[in-house]
Structure formats: structure tokens, C-alpha cells
């Protein structure tokens, strides 16, 4: 029986094991995409596949609040829109376009410039308040998107301008302690990545590829309360006396912290459309001047450091001129004879020059050096000046003797204030500070104890009856001062009637706080002298923050006569 | 044998619900971390908007302006102030 026959066919064997190896060619091919897939182009499928759901997330970092001493905000960022367009993408109805330009407070003409502009991107407006961009996002305009960003606000305004400065519209610092400070102020933004649903929640965490540091809160120094004080009487005086600017200071004698720093003409840093380079200018830090009398304490205590003199030595005086190489020194007050302490009182021209000739110039050159004249204060704060001392070597016996009184030599409001660290602490100078440390500061010694004290003694005679400025007394705390009040230089001659009128002084004299340096630049009222300019405002300053520190009075609390008959003149 | 297979699947489905179950915790529990997080986040920005609004209120020139306008205030009179203290009882 054979198959056929059995109804069957038999098949060629090789069929059979054709199918087979098709079958087991298709795995291979299967096989072989596979381990293509997984091995060789993973890194590249995964990172597709992220693409669809991962998605990588900025973390915004706050910059940090700058407070003042006693912790209330002096400068805090806060978030803000800005608001952007894709201008292809952007289409308004009528309305809408009314509505738009009146939330973003723009003129039509600008916002249908800017939405018709050729550009990928536009800005239609930065900072925007968020109640603002919020009613815009109501408006669901396409094309039309908000960005997070951050704006610094000032609530001190024109009164903290100079010392904070301000940011630029990207919150980094351009200006003053914002400047001064970035680095810690500043925060990084961070970012991490993180797996999105459909509908943009985030579901999951995967890694945080940098943390998010947010800025340092940095307290200053500042006391808020003695900087608008400062602030209020330095801007009346300068407009009483029809000045162009002023500037004032006002240091902790035992920590060496600025406690005040405001200068005038000011500037709102919350809205900053027109600036001028006067209004910027920090004047008390930046600006050099011929600081005249106010100089003069150090020439005096360079001569009694010598030991050839002592405060009772009197010094010729006569006529009250004194002429050297065709330049004539003058003094107001002439008289035949003056003691030492008396040259600082009725501020004497003729008088420090001649103390000044007797010395030799490497010492008098070695302490402005010394007290920080010539040398930029290290306060960190950006533009601060250095001021001129020239070397001893070129000094002329004539320069030497304007020097005594402080003409020929400039330096800023800072530098000064400092500098009279000296006879406010026995002695030393301290090194200055606009962030609060809190702790008292170690000084330098430059001058004896015996001498600071004498000449703090001479500072206060100069302003009781008969010395320069009676005005800078207050009721219930003994004062203690030297006014200046120098000609202005202007293409390097002296103007007749341009003058700097300066007072620097400390109190309680007994034991000495606070050193309150002022200065009015171009007073053009009927007065120019430092003694009836610059010292009312230290007085007035003076006064409030010594009630404001709760100082214990060393004086008796009788009311300061206002009797200006015996002030004395001075003419640097 | 067929046993031991039906009770190691019944294992598995077990597992694999189990499975479901705590990621979709892990999942809502995040969404509150980040909630918090956001909240966190909101609190510090209206708490820098308060420092601003207690900084401005605060002026001094404001309240100086107020106690002397609207309250009438001065500061005392050297006439009619008396130090009281252990040493100043002047």
C-alpha cells in the first residue's frame, strides 16, 4: 500500500526545513534589532523618551534682603511678570487690545510697533505688579506669555539711595552696598528635572541637578532712624542755604560703624527714569575736597606730639598775615599773639602755619599717611576715593604751611570723619564698617593719650562763645568740633566766592560716641561759613541720635542761648 | 505542581497591585511636598511684602510728620526735662 494511494501527499523534506530556517531567520533578524535597540541605542531612545515626559524645571533663588541695624528692611525683592509676546502668534481683537494697553500702561502706538516687529520675541513690559499681570493672563491673549522675575524695592527711597545704590532690571546689583555685596546677595538659581503628567503637574521627582541657593540676608550698619534724620537736616540745610550739594557722616566712635551716610541732591531708587550724574554721585564716599580748618586739630597735635610745645605756648600771630613766596596767608581774626589751644578755637591760619613750618615735613607728611589721607578707606564700597597727599619730597615750605590748614590736600567726607577717630578715642584710629558688626573695634594707636585729650579739650573750646561754631551745641551733652570752611578750586585756582562749608565733631565730649562729619557744597545763601552752615545740622543731628542711643547726658540740660555775637569767623 | 503555580501567580498579582498602590502614594505625596513647598515659598515672598509695608508705614519722617502735624508733638523742652537716676539727679 502506498501513500498515494493512502490519499496522502508527501511532501519534499526540504520544504519543511525552508519554513524552519525562515522562521528561525526572522527570530535572528528579531533578535539582532533588539540588542540594537538595548545596547547600542539606548542612550538615545532614553533620552527620547524623556523628552516626552521629564521635563527640566528652573528653581528660582531670591536675592537677600538688606536690613539696617535695628532689622527693618531696607531693600527686599519681590516677584513681578514680565510679560512677552511671539509677535506672529499674537491676535487681538479690538477689545482686547484696548484692554492690554491700558493694563500695561503703554501708548498704542509703542505696543502695535512692538507686536508688528519682526522679531521671535518681544518684551511688551518687565515688572510687572502681579495683580496686573494677572488681569492680563485673564485676557488669554495667544502669543502673549509671562515670565517670573523679580523687582527690588526701597521703602527708604531718596533717604537710603546712596548707601544701598540699586539693581538693574535682571535683580543683579549695580550700585552702592548692592554692588558692594553681590556676590553673597545674589542668589543661584537652581534646577532639577522632574516628570510632568499631561496635564503639566509635576508627578515625580527624578534628581535635582543643582539646589537653589537663595542670597544672604546682609545687615548694614545703617541705623534707619539716624539716616532720615541725617537725611531730613542735610536736605533742609542745603535748601536753606541755596547750597548745590552736601554730604554727611556719622560714625560709631567705639565700634567704627556708619551709622548715617546720606548725601544731597538725592535720587528715588523705586523709579529711576531720569537720573542724572549729580543725583548718583555719592558725595561723602566718592567726592574729594580741600577739607581747610577742619585740618588744622592735626597739625596742632603734631606739634604737641613733638613735646617743643604745649596747649599754653603762645605763638605770634602779628600782623595776622603772614606772606611767603608771593602768597599771603590771612587770618579773620587777627591778633598780636595766640596760645595753642586758641589757634584751634578762633581758627587761625597764620597761626597753624607757623606751628607747621616749625615741624619737620616727613612727620606731618607721616601722619596724614597715617590717618588715612591718600590711602582709599576699605569700606568694599565701590568708587571710594583715596584723595591727594603728594610725598613730602616735592612738599614746598609754602605748601607745607597751607597744608597746616588743610588747603592743598583733598580728601573725602569719609576719610575725614575717620580720621577723627583720632582724638575721639585717646588716640586711635579705627577701621571703618558699613555692615553692622556690633562688637567694639581695636584701633590703630597714632597719636599719645596726653595729646588726643588736649586737642579734644581745644574742639570743644571752638565751639562755646568765642570759639568758631557756638551753633554746634545742644542742650544736655558737651560737643566737641572744628569747622572748615575752604574756597572751592576751579581750574586749578581758588574761586572768590565758591566755598565748602565743613563741620566735623563728636559727643559726649566727656566720652565720646559719635562723630558727625557735614558738608555743604557751594552755600549760596547769606552765609558761607562752616560754623553758621554745616555746624547747625551736625548740632541738630547730633542731638537726636544722642536722645536715639540713649547717651547719659554729661552736661547740665539749660537751653543754648541763641546768641550769634560771639561767634568767631574763619576764612578756610 | 499546577498548585504551587496558581498560588505564586495569586502572589504576584498581589505584588504587582501592591506595587500600583505605593507609587500612587509616593506620586500624591509628592504633589503635597511640592504644594508645601510652594506654599513655603509663597509665605517668604509675603513676608518680604510685609517687611516692605512695616519698612514704609515705619518711616521715620512719616511718623516724625504725624507726631508733629496730626498728634501736635514735640520733643521736650531742655526747660522742662529732670534726669532721674542713680547719678543724674542733677
Not at chain 1, 520544504?15 to 535572528?28: D, P
Not at chain 1, 491700558?102 to 502695535?112: K, N, S, T, Y
Not at chain 1, 589757634?343 to 607728611?365: D, H, T, Y
Not at chain 1, 557735614?518 to 549760596?524: G, H, N, Q
Request: glycine letters at 8%; a positive charge.
Amino acid at each position: 500500500m502506498s501513500a498515494a494511494a493512502q490519499g496522502l501527499v508527501r511532501l519534499p523534506v526540504w520544504r519543511a526545513r525552508f519554513v524552519l530556517a525562515v522562521l528561525a531567520l526572522a527570530f535572528g533578524v528579531l533578535a539582532a534589532r533588539s540588542v540594537y535597540l538595548q545596547a547600542m541605542r539606548t542612550e538615545f531612545l532614553q533620552e527620547r523618551g524623556d523628552a516626552r515626559y521629564s521635563r527640566v524645571i528652573e528653581v528660582p533663588a531670591t536675592r537677600g534682603r538688606i536690613l539696617d541695624r535695628n532689622g527693618d528692611a531696607l531693600a527686599v525683592s519681590t516677584p513681578v511678570k514680565s510679560v512677552w509676546a511671539i509677535p506672529a502668534d499674537v491676535e487681538l481683537t479690538r477689545e482686547q487690545r484696548r484692554k492690554l494697553t491700558a493694563l500695561l500702561a503703554v501708548e498704542p502706538a509703542e505696543l502695535g510697533k512692538k507686536l508688528s516687529s519682526a522679531k521671535d520675541f518681544v518684551f511688551l513690559k518687565r515688572q510687572v505688579p502681579p495683580d496686573t499681570a494677572l488681569a492680563i493672563a485673564t485676557l488669554a491673549i495667544p502669543g502673549i506669555y509671562q515670565h517670573p522675575e523679580y523687582r527690588r524695592y526701597y521703602p527708604g527711597g531718596e533717604i537710603t539711595a546712596h548707601v544701598l545704590g540699586f539693581t538693574g532690571v535682571d535683580d543683579g546689583g549695580q550700585e552702592g552696598v548692592e554692588l558692594a555685596h553681590e556676590a553673597t546677595l545674589g542668589g543661584k538659581p537652581g534646577s532639577r528635572r522632574v516628570i510632568k503628567d499631561r496635564l503639566g503637574h509635576i508627578v515625580e521627582d527624578i534628581e535635582s541637578i543643582r539646589a537653589a541657593q537663595s542670597g544672604v540676608d546682609l545687615q548694614l550698619s545703617i541705623d534707619g532712624k539716624l539716616q532720615s534724620l541725617a537725611y531730613g537736616a542735610l536736605k533742609a540745610a542745603v535748601e536753606a542755604n541755596r547750597a548745590k550739594a552736601g554730604g554727611i557722616i556719622a560714625l560709631d566712635v567705639r565700634t567704627g560703624e556708619i551709622l548715617a551716610l546720606a548725601n544731597v541732591p538725592s535720587f528715588n531708587p523705586n523709579n529711576r527714569a531720569k537720573l542724572t550724574g549729580a543725583q548718583l554721585r555719592n558725595r561723602v564716599i566718592t567726592d574729594l575736597f580741600e577739607p581747610g580748618s577742619t585740618l588744622k586739630p592735626f597739625t596742632v597735635a603734631l606739634a604737641l606730639e613733638s613735646g617743643k610745645v604745649t596747649p599754653a605756648t603762645r605763638v605770634s600771630t602779628a600782623p595776622g598775615t603772614l606772606t611767603m613766596a608771593g602768597y599771603t596767608i590771612r587770618d579773620v581774626h587777627p591778633a598780636a599773639s595766640m596760645s595753642i589751644s586758641q589757634i584751634v578755637q578762633k581758627s587761625s591760619n597764620v597761626g597753624s602755619a607757623k606751628l607747621a613750618l616749625a615741624l619737620p615735613r616727613e612727620s606731618m607728611w607721616d601722619l596724614f599717611n597715617r590717618v588715612g589721607f591718600g590711602t582709599a578707606p576699605a569700606l568694599g564700597f565701590p568708587g571710594a576715593a583715596a584723595g591727594k597727599l603728594h610725598p613730602y619730597k616735592s612738599w614746598k615750605p609754602v605748601e607745607q604751611a597751607t597744608m597746616a590748614y588743610g588747603h592743598g590736600i583733598s580728601l573725602s567726607l569719609v576719610q575725614l570723619a575717620r580720621a577723627y577717630t583720632l582724638f575721639a578715642r585717646d588716640g586711635e584710629l579705627v577701621p571703618l564698617s558699613l555692615v553692622k558688626t556690633g562688637a567694639a573695634a581695636s584701633g590703630e594707636k597714632v597719636i599719645s593719650t596726653e595729646t588726643a585729650r588736649a586737642v579734644r579739650a581745644m574742639l570743644e573750646l571752638a565751639v562755646q562763645p568765642g570759639g568758631t561754631a557756638p551753633r554746634a551745641r545742644i542742650s544736655g551733652w558737651r560737643v566737641a568740633g572744628k569747622t572748615g570752611t575752604a574756597h572751592k578750586q576751579e581750574n586749578g585756582a581758588y574761586a572768590a566766592d565758591k566755598y565748602i562749608a565743613s563741620f566735623v565733631g563728636f559727643a559726649p565730649a566727656s566720652e565720646p560716641r559719635l562723630i558727625i562729619a557735614v558738608m555743604i557744597d557751594e552755600p549760596a545763601g547769606s552765609q558761607h561759613y562752616g560754623g553758621s552752615v554745616a555746624a547747625p545740622v551736625f548740632s541738630q543731628v547730633m542731638q537726636g541720635a544722642l536722645r536715639l542711643m540713649a547717651v547719659p547726658h554729661d552736661a547740665p540740660l539749660d537751653p543754648i542761648p541763641a546768641d550769634e555775637a560771639d561767634e568767631a569767623r574763619e576764612s578756610t | 505542581m499546577a498548585k504551587l503555580n496558581l498560588l505564586l501567580l495569586a502572589v504576584l498579582v498581589a505584588c504587582a497591585l501592591g506595587l500600583v498602590t505605593s507609587q500612587h502614594k509616593a506620586r500624591k505625596l509628592f504633589t503635597d511636598l511640592e504644594r508645601e513647598h510652594n506654599r513655603a515659598r509663597e509665605l517668604d515672598v509675603e513676608y518680604g511684602r510685609l517687611q516692605l509695608e512695616a519698612s514704609t508705614w515705619g518711616l521715620h519722617a512719616r511718623v516724625e510728620r504725624i507726631a508733629t502735624g496730626a498728634l501736635g508733638m514735640r520733643p521736650a523742652d531742655a526747660r522742662r526735662t529732670r534726669l532721674a537716676g542713680r547719678d543724674a539727679s542733677r
